[in-house]
């Protein structure tokens, strides 16, 4: 063997070894994202059902979220990336929650946080396919199908005396789901950090929402607990506008949009493993085989794509 030839496997070691690092440090993120929006539901939940109304928690979302981000967007912005930034708050600011809080007022917590994450992926592959011609290939689509097994699972299976689920009210959570997978796709092709991304959509929110909140006077903060609006101000405007945007935008970055996206599929388990421990709600055994539908679909969606044949 000739001796320049000698160094080169080290390098090609290394390089092997980046992206199992590349891969760990995605999960890792997206782990932390589904950890805090199961908990989102579980803690909306709880204070939609007494003073607070979901109008103060998006207020406290996105208002402190944008005075905490602020330093960020004081750094020299393109053009460009305000406008983007106004798409992605549109996409997954407060049009989004808003949609997300008719959705849970119109159907239930439980089968708000079963929906809207449960379909986001889908649409993130189908969009995918139609408008960047990326094929999702057979295993992910086995994924998106077990992943909408479960979810028709759980619609037909829920319990709680809460009536059959409001078709209106489903459509919503549709479509807040389809926003976000949108937002999934643009972001990589942004060139915005996840931070910059992070600041703008507070921002952009925050100017629009933040204001007509005031005027129109529909909040409750007054009569609430300083205890409770200081748990919801810091998991509304901290952990959801700040630690859960950026932990899924780096999830995004290194796990790709399809990926990342089908592990937010997960967040239906985890809130029903939450809501067993703080609300004391038990699924059912057919909740519970649509749980495990969901973790195949996951599993499935989730797999990294075969590199090409040497």
Known sequence: MPPEDLPRGRPAALDGARPSRKLLAGFLWATLTVAIFAGWFVVTRFSVTRIL???????????????????????????????????????????????VALGVQMTSAGRAASVTPTLMPVFAGLLGWLLLRQPPGKIRLFGYAAIAAGLCGFILTATGGQGAPSLLGLGFLALAAAMW????????????????????????SGVIFVPLYAVLDIGRLAQAPR???????????????????????????????????????????????????????VPTVAEGIS??????????ATRPARSPAR
Do not use: H, K
């Not at 997978?181 to 952009?204: K, V």
């Not at 780096?250 to 609300?279: D, E, K, Q, T, W």
């Open 53 to 99: 109304n979901v109008w103060d928690l998006t207020a406290l979302r996105y208002g402190i979220g944008a005075i905490l981000l602020a330093p960020v967007l004081l750094r020299d912005l393109p053009p460009r990336a305000w406008r983007n930034g106004f798409v992605f708050s549109v996409l997954w600011g407060a049009p989004f929650a808003a949609l």
């Open 181 to 204: 997978a949108g937002y999934t796709l643009l972001l990589r092709g942004s060139g915005l950090t996840p931070m910059q991304s992070a600041a703008l959509i507070c921002f952009w």
């Open 227 to 281: 205890a409770e609006i200081a748990v919801q101000g810091f998991y509304q405007g901290v952990l959801m506008s700040i630690v859960a945007l950026v932990s899924f935008n780096r999830a995004v970055a290194l796990l790709g949009p399809a990926a990342a996206a089908a592990m937010i599929a997960l967040v239906p388990v985890v809130a029903s493993l939450l809501a067993i421990v703080f609300l004391g709600e």
């Open 291 to 300: 749980i495990a539908f969901i973790v195949a679909g996951v599993l499935l």
